[in-house]
Structure formats: C-alpha cells, structure tokens
C-alpha cells in the first residue's frame, strides 16, 4: 500500500476500518457517522465502503461493503447465505437466480446496491416452517438434480417461470428453463418437476 | 412413482431418492466455496496473456495502489513448491507445468501472479491493474501447426503400456471383399463443471484445511503436501458436495499448494475463486484427437481387419493421452487386428480425463466407420454388430465376464421404432425437416480400486457409515446406505454416511467409473463383519458360527446371492450378548488382481484402479446401444435431436433412480459432443476463444425434448462384491457416432469431424 493509515480524505483510516469489518460485515449501529462518511466519499473513490440495507427473505439487513459488490457476493461473503452459487459472474449460467420483487435476476449481475428497497428471495427462503415449497418436493420427487450446483438457481428460477404463466407445456418450460444450465443435464427430469408443482404453485 | 424412478427389475435395487436431495433443494448443501472462514482475504488470479515466450517485467504500482490490497504474488516473491509427478508417471499433478516458479510461460493462461486483498472486488481490480511485459515466441496451437513433435504414445506414457494387435492386418485388408478407410476427427473440450475451480485455505498452527471441490480427496491432500513438503497429515481436504466434476478434479492443479503457501506466509484464510474464463487454463481439458479407420470385412459382414491410428494433443513437457484403441481393437469379433496411438506435443496447457476420456473421441471413429461399413454392404447397422458380436476379445481371447451388447441393441431399437426406418438416406422427411436415423454401440471398462470404510452400529439400528468418497452427482451418499442398510438389514433412514473429508478411511479417485464398485464392496465387507461379531455373540457355538459365516455372506459372493440367503438378525439381542453399546469395524477391501502395494498406495493418494482388459484371463466391460432421431431443416441446415433413446447393461444397478439420471445426463452429454462442444483454439497465438458458457455451447433445456433410458438386467458375479460395473461414463459414448449416423441418414452427407454445425451441412 503506497498510501499511509490515517490519510483518506476524511482522516478516517479507512484501510484499517475495512480490515476490521471484512470479517464480519454486519455494521453495529455505533458506526452510523462514520458510515454517512462512507457513503459520500464512495461517489469519490469506488473502493470506499458503503453502507446498504438489503431485504433477504423477509428480514433487513444491514451491510458495509464495496459499492461494486453485487447481491450474489452479497449473499455468499457477507450474509452468509451460501444457498445461490457463483457458477460464471456473467449472468450465463443461471446458477445465481433469486427473486427481486418476485422477478428472476442473475444476482451475479445486480449490485447489492441497486437492490436496496426491494424484496430479495433466496432459495433458504422458500421453505417455510420446515415444509419444502411444491417446487423443492417436485425436484426431490423427480431427480431433477445430480451434483446439485445449479439446484438452487433452477429452483428459484422454475418458480418464477410458473408464476410468469410459462409452464403451461413443456415445450413452454423447455424453452422459459433454457437461462439455467445443468451441466449433469438433469434436464427432462427438471421439466417433469415444474410440471408437477406448477398447479399446486398456481392455486397459491 | 414417477418417470424418475423406475420400477426395479431383477438384479437392481430400490429407486430410493437421493440421501442428500433435502439439502441439495433447500441450499443448506455446503460446497467448497460454501464453507465459512475466519476473516478471509481474497486471492485473484492473473494469468498469462501469451502462450510461450517469457515474462520480462512487472509493473505492480498501480495494482498496489488498490485500496485493499495486501499482497501480490509473482514468481519473484512466490512461495517455494516442490515439483509433483505427473499421475500417469505415479505423481498427484495433473500437469507438471508449475506457475509462478519462473518467468517462462508454457501455456495461454498459465498462472502468472496471484493478488491478495481484504474484499473480493479490490482483490480482482488490482489483478486487472498488473501490467505485464512479455516477450513473446511464436507457439505451436495443434495438429497443423509449424514446430509440433510426434511420436508414438508407447514408450513415453507409463499408463499407455500397448497398442493392441493380433494377427497379420495388412495381409487380411488386403485380400478383404470390402474395405473401408476413412478419417475423423474430434475438438477440444472443456469439463466445465458448474461450481468454478475455487481453493480456500486455512492454517491451524502448522495443520492446513484445504476446502476444494475434488474428485480425490487423499491424492489431493497428499499431493499438496508434497508440494509444501510437509508430512500429509498435516493436510485436510474437505467437500462433502462437489459441483459437478465429469473428470476435472481428479489430479491436482498448481493453484491449489500456492494458495496454501500464501495462507501459510500471509497467516490467514485465503479464499480463491477463480473466473470460469481461468477455468480453462488452470485445469485439464479434453484433447483434440484425429483417426484413421481401415476395415475389412466379407460380404458377409463378418469383419476380417481392423486398424486404428489415432493421435492426441498434448503439452510440451507431459505425455499425456487416452489412447482408447485399448477398447477399440476388442469391441468386435475379428483376427487380425492393428493400431498404433501418437502423441503430439503443442504449447498447450496439459489435457486431461474427461467422462469417458478414450471411449468418447475413439468410439466415435470406429462407430462411425462401423455404419459406413454397413453402408458399403447395404447392411443393416444393427445386424452388422449382431454378426461381429463376440464373447471373446480379439486381442488376448479372452472372455467378458458378461456382455448384453445385442440385448441393449434389441431393447432400444424396439422402443425407439427402429423398424419405422427407411433405410435409404434422405428418404425420410416431415415438412421442412429431413428426418434421420441412427445408432451406435456403447462400452465403458468396468474398473475397481482399493478401498476403505468404518461402520459403526448401534444398539437402536443407528448407522454411520465413514468413507473418503466424493458425492459429484453421482448418487454416492445413496447407493453407500443403500447398502449399508441392506446388509446390516436396519432401515435405510437411520443410515447417515460421511463423505468428502480426507480424515475418513480412503476411498479411489472418483474417476474411471469405479466408485460405486470400489466403494459398496468396502462397505459392504464391514458390514459382513459386524453382522459376523453380532452373530457369534448370540450363537457361540462353534457350527452355529460357522453356519452365520456361510449365511452372513461374507467375502466375494456378489450381494444378491448374499441378500438371497440373508436371515434376520436381532440386532438388540446381540448387542445385549456382547455387552456393549456400539460396534465398529474398519476395513481395507481390494479387489483381485490388486498390486501387492495396493493398501500402502491407498493411503498415499495413488488409486491402483484395475479391471476393463487388464483383468487375468477375463475382461470386464458394461454395454449399451443408443439409437437416435436427428432433424436436418432443408433450408436452414439448423440440427435438432428430438429423441434419444438408449439401454444400457452394467451388472447391478444399485438405485434404478439414480442410474436413470446419470444415464440420461450421459446421453444428453453425448448428443453435445456430437452437436455442440468444442473449444475453439486461435492458431495464431495458441490461446482458446470462447472460453465462456455462452460461447463454449453447453446443453440447455429447450436442446433435449426426449431422452429415454432403458436399464437392462444383468448378473455378472466375476467382476467385484457388489457385482456393480459403473455406469457414469457409459452413456456419453457412442452418441456421437448415432449422431452422425443419423445425419446421414437424413441428409446423404456423411460428417466425420466433430461437432457438426449447420454450417457444416451442404444438403
């Protein structure tokens, strides 16, 4: 590091402040001037922490981190939640997919910061009280998985699907499934499990 | 019940779902770069820009200004690794080229410097502000290009050990009614399984915990400790779930003992999760391969030469090849028999196993030739593998333990409606779409290794069932409690298996399709044994034990005959007998034909795999036939393959569910080789293209409307315990051939390079 502790703009040591909070991400509510600090300086240097409160599955949470961090690495290195898999970082594989605002999106390519406000739902969402979603027990009841990588990605992606009106056949789930690849190729036993849950998905 | 898990026929156990499916639906499955670490800093990688030459300079300033920054690693200031060994030559490596140890560079993409920081984001900005000064030197990219060397694989691969032959070839060709000579040729291509080829690191005083998705876990744990020369119980490697492996993460890679030794000198996690571009230089690959065919044959059919040459890509300093004629010269009945494999030396990164390394590139050839021979005689294709069937192998004559080959033919050609074709080519047609028949023959070695397991039981029927196996989609977790479950007879629920962690007994590599071979007949010897100390405890007399010896079932009788006469066992009286609460077994099984040194070699991170035609006075092969319908739009030339049907025969099926998945992962793989895969190489500067999934063309959904698996019954008791030939790499071979052949059949036009694109057809 060419630059000196202490010598940020604001005379806030930022290398160290991010040192320590890198570990654990989640911001005590004692730093809150120091991060209104943050985020004006972050429209100065893109690397500076910035303060963001994420909704994920239901709950708020608060986050510091860099601005370019998107909602997947958000997910993964921040929050904990392991469930959406990194697969490419370039929204070409799919194994990303969560719900924002009920649409799919590749989180690998939304920033954490573009998705403040809204509601983000992740495949440790869907379950509730202990019961699988129709579509999590359709992909049990059908194989439609082997190493189970991009599972999550499907999953939350098949739900959309349905919801979108896009699993009326299969020929219709083939082609609205075909953002999410199975390298196992677990495909016809994939549509087979949309097939299944999208009318019990459909009546609520 | 559903279409996913079919009704069991003789011979094949329950399609019972998969152990981990919950976990695997519900995101709680903890893969590599899943497991949590105590303040991580990220590595980023840099990889070369060039593919030979050297590196002149560095140019670091910038990169270091990165706010965030902690360390860049370049070979000026790398950590010191020891070189490994080749795997084909006794080593761990899958290539023996080892980055960041001086300025040269061997390869496109090769590990050139590793930047270390506290996020994520500044860890990969840096890395994009490392400016690199080269100098470069033209390179070799493949087969035609200026400055390759060739030489004949026999003698400079210690795996590659013949190349087959039998007979006089050249006098038979000759004299043969029918002669066939023909050339193909197969492309690169990349694993690319869905979890990136990410490494953390993390040191407990002088012990390293290595989370990295791995096919083999004790070659992995050894392997880097040779590197850091340490002693290897000092390394843990840990992935109870691994994203998909189809051969990738069977030998080491250099990243991972440089990411150790940053974590050790940095004295903090590391977490390196490299791009899926990285992917293609840092790991193995499947390499380019072309063919000469030559058969003869009477009028008859009946085939009386066969020659196959084939040559393979391969690195500057590895000879690394597949050389698949080892299957090739013994799949049909014929007596005079040659072949002879090469290897071509590129500046290239080292290729690898991919799923069905030799059978995928060499059947296509011989498969391929097999239906323009049938052409030739205005022959049926199936007929003319019914005339050239054989018990016996050409080679060596030796017998197959079992062979279904015609069955598999006969199953699927009847459920694909191979009677509804018209055997003239472009005589069948639907609108725009010219309509084409085709099929091949399928065979994979059945291969088996050394292997360990520890089985406790207890009191209430509980099981835990600790072995080093690795779950890559396979259905591992699931076919080992399956079958601790049938043999100690407690209900499959109360059975929990570990997998994935070198603290467990050692397993093989996950490679070879000998996993479920080599790991049920482990666990199963254990559990004979317990179910034995349990059994003398309530019949202590002497015969009485002798008889609950016969009965339990214990050494190589197959597990049916064993499940035929299994008796009850009350499993609370005899631990009552015994006066104890818990019995646990270890055991080491291997199977015939092991080395001496097998054992030692098991806990080494060496997998003495045998069987396929190295087996004494047998040889040991599962079969299949694969029929498909292809669709050639007149106009467009666009390729569709609407249906694929195959039946496969592959001694015990241990979970019908679990089989039919694998097999129809196969068949959609093996359509994508024939259609779809290739990496593409820039000749000029030896470096891949599109390396990426939108440009490397992968499967999707709307490719594969139809897939039909049919799972034969087969018995075959000489092959291992659990009578079980493997399947995982059955079904992605010959695919490419009824392709092919089906293209033919639609369009007259026949394709021996692979893949074929619509740019390829001329109808």
Redesign the interface.
Known sequence: ???KPGSGPSGFD??AF??AA??SALVPMAARAAAQDANVSAAQ?P??PVDVTLRVNGKDKRLRI?A??TVL?AL??HL???????????G??G?CTVLIDDRRVVSCLTLALAAEGQEIT???G??TDDH?HPM??A??????????????GQ?MSAVACVKEGHAGS??D???Y????????????????AVK?AAPEIMKG | MTAAAPEPKANMGRPVPRYEAAAKVTGRATYASDMPLDNPAYAFLVTSAIAKGRIDSFDLDDARRVRGVIDIVTHENAPKLKESKLFSNGGYAGTTIQPLKSADITHDGQIIAVVIAESYEAAREAANRVKVSYTAVAPSASFDSPGTTTAAAKGQNAQFKEDPEVGDFAKAFDAAEVKLTASYETPTQHHNPMELFTTSCAWMGDELVIYEGSQYVYGLKNGVAEQLGIDADKVRVVNPYVGGGFGSRGSMTPRTAIIAGIAKRLNRPIKLVPTRDQGFTIATHRAETRHEIKLGAGRDGKLVALRHDGAEVSSRPDAYCVGGTKTTTRLYACPNVASLVSIVRADRNTPGFMRSPPEVPYLFALESAMDELAVKLNMDPVELRRINDTNVEPIGGKPYTSRSLMACFDEAAKAFGWSQRSPQPKSMSDGDWLVGYGCAATCYPTQMAPSAARVRLQRDGRTRVEIAGHEIGTGAYTVIAQTAAERLGVPLEKVAVFLGDSDLPPAPVAGGSNSTASTCSAVMMVCDRIRQRLFKAVMPSDSLTDKAKETVGISQAPSTQAAKSDRPLDIEKAFDALGVGIVEEYGEWKPEGAPLDSFTAMHSGHARLVGGHQMKDKIAYAFGAEFVEVRVNRFTHEIRCPRLVGAFAAGRIMNPRTARSQLMGGLIWGMSSALLEATEIDERNARYVNDNLADYLVPVSADVPGVEVILLSEQDDHINPAGVKGLGELANVGTNAAICNAIYHATGQRIRKLPVRLENIEV
């Not at chain 1, 904990?80 to 370039?90: E, I």
């Not at chain 1, 499934?177 to 087979?192: F, K, T």
Request: net charge negative.
């Open positions: 590091m060419s630059e930022r290398r991010i040192a890198a570990g240097d690397a500076l860099d370019r961090t690495d993964r290195e904990k939640l392991t469930g959406s898999k990194k697969g490419c970082d370039h070409q594989c194994a992740t495949i440790e869907l379950a699988l999590q027990q992909f049990v009841d059908n194989d439609a998985f082997q190493c189970g990588y991009c599972t999550p999953i299969e020929a789930i083939r082609e499934m075909s953002g999410n690849i199975c390298r196992c190729a677990a495909y016809p036993n994939i549509v087979a299944q």
